[in-house]
């Protein structure tokens, strides 16, 4: 039997590729653009592209060339201030790329060179370019010109409009990452692009997943107080909304990404006790514990004897430790990486001899153990080891060689990749990659719908950022927004899917991801 039915997951499965794809054309309907993208407005003069982008886009996202030419000369239709308001808006762009700040570029967009600068300009910043193309009717554009103030042209009017029957058909082969016509807009995080079709897909011929909750910050207990209880009630909702597992850091001090140093953060193992205590069903472990926190063999015959209090529950996480400020502060030795790595393999090679019978003696490079023994030894057979990290020539190939599950980050198309190095690495020690678990790490805000979403974005979104970080960073999304964006780890290869939430102690939420997690059941 594969050593990663350990962790539950009983059904084989083929793997598939990840189905990411990014359209190069939407239909009539919803276009969904990633968060932050560039979106450049290509049509003639009373094609509605002003207009349209008012309604879709909060008005400090829309640069517009008619607005800088007022700006930096007398009015909108100053044409004598156009070569320096395109040079503004030029420089705009630039820093809003630069800021990662999704960006409406308003103006005809009939120039090639102008077009495709703009397109290279997100490329240069890794960010995602979108045309939508505005094909109105003639008539109807010199109808809506004559209307204006000051009326474009007639004869300027219909160079451009003969232009666009240019343009519009070389728009699918410029490159934008997609091509619309004008439609109700949705800005969402990137992997959840394509979530309406994988939604679909899962649903019709759904692949099994399982799920776990990330507890990384303990800022919602009101005080030291209430943490017990708290904690308690989190873990009480997470079994009953189906997940498979309970996770917390092992760190001593607040970590940077997370919050401030000075934030609760109770010790790892002590907690996992409690949680032991509290609950029936799921699983337990650190993501994952720093290799020179604790004297290996001790912490060994913790994780034994967690599993026997919690009645063969515990999952050990492991991992080289990186955050060199808490060694500091504790007093724990900080090696260069290779002393530390070298300890992970000496910890990997010792741990099953110390869960095993007897009390055999452990040589290693980096510590000894006279009597690598447990008593009570652990109800499991093997307690499954987890090791955190994606390094392609260490971490990894420790993975193939010692681990039963790997924790990845990043998203399908970096999964894809990761694995196919693991399986390299399995296939030089003759092993078969099956065996070994792979779970990814990421945040989520889950709600039921998307008036509920905004809801909870509102509620939760901090004055020092935008709505487009906050929604990118925590992956805001649906129900079915994300049982789209999993299903896709899902095909990159996934068996579990690890996740922490902003807004943990609301009920509602945690419901709401036991829906995602129901339709990987």
Not at 26 to 43: F, T
Not at 208 to 218: A, I, V
Not at 301 to 310: E, F, H, N, R, Y
């Amino acid at each position: 039997m594969p050593r990663w039915t350990r962790f539950g997951l009983n059904r084989r499965r083929t793997r598939r590729d990840p189905r990411l794809p990014t359209p190069v054309a939407s239909p009539p309907g919803e276009i969904r653009l990633p968060i932050p993208c560039l979106v450049v407005l290509v049509g003639p003069s009373g094609s509605g592209k002003s207009t349209w982008a008012e309604e879709q886009f909060p008005a400090d996202q829309i640069v517009s060339s008619d607005r800088l030419r007022a700006l930096v000369g007398t009015s909108e239709f100053d044409q004598r201030a156009s070569k320096a308001a395109f040079q503004v808006l030029d420089l705009v762009v630039q820093e809003r790329l630069r800021r990662k700040l999704t960006t409406v570029v308003d103006t005809t967009g009939l120039d090639d060179e102008f077009r495709l600068g703009l397109l290279e300009a997100a490329r240069r910043r890794g960010i995602a370019c979108h045309a939508v193309g505005f094909d109105t009717p003639p008539t109807e554009c010199r109808a809506r010109n004559k209307l204006q103030a000051r009326p474009v042209p007639s004869e300027v009017l219909t160079a451009q409009i003969k232009r666009w029957e240019s343009v519009k058909h070389q728009l699918a082969d410029e490159g934008f990452d997609g091509v619309h016509s004008p439609g109700p807009v949705l800005a969402v995080p990137s992997d959840q692009l394509t979530a309406p079709a994988l939604a679909a897909a899962q649903r019709k011929e759904p692949v099994p997943m399982r799920f776990g909750l990330q507890l990384p910050s303990f800022t919602w207990a009101d005080s030291p107080q209430a943490t017990g209880a708290t904690l308690r009630r989190i873990a009480h909702t997470a079994e009953g909304a189906g997940f498979d597992s309970l996770w917390v850091m092992d760190h001593f001090i607040q970590i940077p990404q997370v919050g401030r140093e000075w934030e609760d953060m109770p010790e790892a193992y002590t907690t996992l006790g409690y949680l032991a205590g509290v609950t029936e069903q799921i699983r337990l472990g650190t993501l994952v514990t720093g290799i020179m926190y604790r004297n290996p063999a001790l912490l060994g015959k913790m994780i034994a004897t967690l599993d026997v209090l919690s009645g063969g529950r515990m999952i050990c996480g492991l991992g080289i430790g990186w955050f060199e400020r808490e060694h500091t502060a504790y007093g724990f030795d900080y090696p260069p990486v290779k002393e530390r790595y070298a300890r992970l393999e000496d910890t990997l090679q010792m741990l099953p001899l110390l869960w095993g019978k007897g009390a055999p003696s452990f040589e290693g490079t980096t510590f000894d153990v006279p009597e690598a023994m447990s008593y009570p030894r652990p109800l499991q057979d093997e307690i499954p080891i987890l090791i955190g990290g994606s390094g392609e020539k260490k971490t990894l190939r420790m993975v193939a060689r010692y681990a039963d599950a790997c924790n990845i980050f990043g998203d399908p198309e970096t999964l894809t990749h990761k694995l196919g190095v693991l399986r390299q690495h399995c296939e030089d020690v003759g092993r078969d990659p099956s065996e070994i678990e792979v779970t990814t790490l990421s945040t989520v805000l889950v709600a039921e719908d998307r008036d509920a979403l905004e809801e909870r974005i509102e509620a939760l979104k901090p004055d020092s950022m935008t709505r487009d970080e906050f929604v990118r960073t925590v992956n805001a999304g649906t129900v079915e927004d994300h049982i789209g964006r999993f299903r896709a780890f899902a095909d990159a290869g996934a068996d579990c899917a690890i996740v922490n939430t902003p807004d943990v102690t609301h009920g509602p939420s945690l419901q709401a991801m036991g829906e995602v997690i129901e339709a990987f059941a």
